[in-house]
């Protein structure tokens, strides 16, 4: 029953347009399933919990920046010399994620040791409940990895000429 309900999910998961869900997104369904099983089974609701039902996720391969493509980015992100291209810059030299570098403040920056410490993440997400008058609502948590949350990242100061 469960493997039926995933593989719907799969192929006519969404909600509007009936199209299929993400591999990902029906790995995240299976995991939350699984958890709510093994809760039902510690209440003693469920004597016990069905076999792992196996979910094909096609993870893709990440695409990273050649030397050339990382040099015209840097460079135009120097000339431009915005607050975004700033936030391009830092992720480009310490390899934070998008949701941490939006979520620094200056109090992570410690400009005499040149360490920014990651202590938070930012993310944007969809307002199921619509409480909000908006369809998304930022929700501020902790960094996605311990690496993240424990290890302080080297600064590479960036000299303009």
């Avoid at 403040?105 to 993440?121: C, L, N």
Wanted: net charge positive; proline share 4%; charged share 30%.
């Amino acid at each position: 029953m469960i493997a039926d309900f995933l593989t719907e999910k799969k192929h006519h998961g969404r909600i509007k347009d009936k199209g299929p869900l993400s591999d990902k997104t029906v790995s995240e369904i299976k995991s939350i399933l699984s958890r709510i099983l093994r809760y039902a089974k510690s209440c003693h609701f469920l004597d016990e919990i069905p076999e792992s039902v196996p979910v094909t996720v096609k993870k893709s391969p990440v695409k990273v920046l050649t030397g050339a493509e990382r040099k015209r980015l840097e460079t135009q992100a120097i000339k431009e010399d915005t607050p975004f291209t700033s936030g391009v810059l830092l992720c480009i030299y310490t390899g934070i994620r998008e949701g941490e570098v939006c979520a620094l403040k200056w109090e992570d920056f410690d400009w005499e040791s040149g360490t920014v410490s990651i202590r938070r993440t930012v993310s944007r997400i969809n307002d199921t409940a619509g409480k909000s008058g908006s369809k998304t609502h930022i929700v501020i948590s902790t960094p996605k990895t311990e690496c993240s949350m424990a290890m302080g990242r080297h600064l590479q100061v960036i000299q303009q000429n």
